[in-house]
């Protein structure tokens, strides 16, 4: 997993925060990756994800 604030894209305006998780514990071929406003965004997006796998991700 990655967080990454970019400098540019904030200073633009535009969706600062980019999350990237791929690889274990779900499959070899996930790749994942949101742009948002903040990192509680990117997360919003992010959670359902490995849920719908069955990995239990604590509130």
């Known amino acids: 997993m990655l967080f990454k604030a970019d400098a540019e894209r904030m200073r633009d305006g535009a969706k600062p925060w980019t999350f990237v998780a791929s690889g274990a514990p779900f499959r070899d071929d996930l790749l994942v ?8 965004a990117c997360l919003e997006v992010w959670l359902p994800q490995p849920r719908e796998f069955g990995l239990v991700i604590p509130d």
């Open 33 to 40: 990756r949101t742009d948002a406003v903040s990192v509680e």
